[in-house]
């Protein structure tokens, strides 16, 4: 089954303890990215990436870092997490950047974390 | 700079009758155009999305959506509402040629009672 997994699912920390979520889909897609979702915000980008090695900023990507070694997993990173960063996170996969080519061309999203930080 | 408008944070109509979920967007170009939904405790799962040609595009459920480009609007319609379709909803636009840039809106909750 086409998925996109996102670990932990829920994860309550305290401020400057550094956490990463871990992303992973298994669809060969060269292009993912990172999401977070506010209320009354919708989603914005945080960092995308092209392929492996090849990552870039998004939006709003102060405070995290991401990498990508492997095709398969692109993991978000906080190094010092601060309350103003208490979101629900997003993961997406797609086979081209603007999922623009066949109708199966698409951005497929993992389930969610949501992430307290106290 | 490219945006996306969803003018109505939420959405109330009877099972049965037709759904109307707004959007308008504003891009330097010619765009790319998208619609997801978001169940509750979900990820967002891809409903339609506009590209090039019939400017009425058919997607998953049953949701239809008509690209206006005099009017910059990319409405979702439904012909008939089931109360399983209340959800969140997000219009997205990309840009041709504009790379990974993936632009939402806001989101529109729909609520369809009986």
């Known amino acids: 089954e086409a998925q996109v997994t996102q670990n932990p699912r829920y994860l309550i920390t305290v401020t400057g303890k550094k956490l990463t979520v871990t992303c992973s889909q298994n669809?060969?897609?060269?292009?993912m990215s990172w999401y977070r979702q506010d209320p009354g915000l919708g989603l914005r980008q945080i960092y995308y990436?092209?392929?492996?090695?090849?990552?870039d900023k998004g939006d709003v990507p102060e405070g995290y870092k991401v990498s990508r070694k492997e095709k398969r997993n692109f993991p978000l990173i906080l190094e010092s997490p601060s309350p103003n960063q208490t979101s629900l996170y997003f993961c997406a996969s797609s086979l081209s950047p603007t999922a623009t080519g066949t109708r199966e061309d698409t951005q497929y999203f993992g389930p969610g974390t949501r992430l307290t930080v106290l | 700079a490219q945006s996306v408008a969803q003018p109505e944070d939420q959405v109330n109509v009877a099972e049965g009758n037709p759904l109307t979920v707004k959007c308008t967007y504003s891009?330097?170009?010619?765009?790319?155009l998208f619609w997801y939904v978001q169940y509750p405790n979900r990820g967002l799962q891809f409903l339609l999305k506009y590209i090039t040609g019939d400017n009425l595009v058919k997607g998953s459920y049953g949701f239809e959506a008509e690209f206006n480009k005099s009017q910059t609007s990319f409405h979702l319609k439904k012909p008939s509402a089931l109360v399983s379709d209340s959800a969140l909803y997000f219009c997205?636009?990309?840009?041709?040629?504009?790379?990974?840039?993936?632009?939402f809106g806001t989101g529109t909750q729909l609520k369809v009672e009986l």
């Open positions: 669809m060969n897609h060269e292009y």
């Open positions: 990436s092209m392929n492996v090695e090849v990552t």
């Open positions: 997205a636009v990309s840009l041709t040629g504009g790379g990974n840039k993936l632009t």
């Open positions: 891009v330097s170009g010619n765009p790319y």
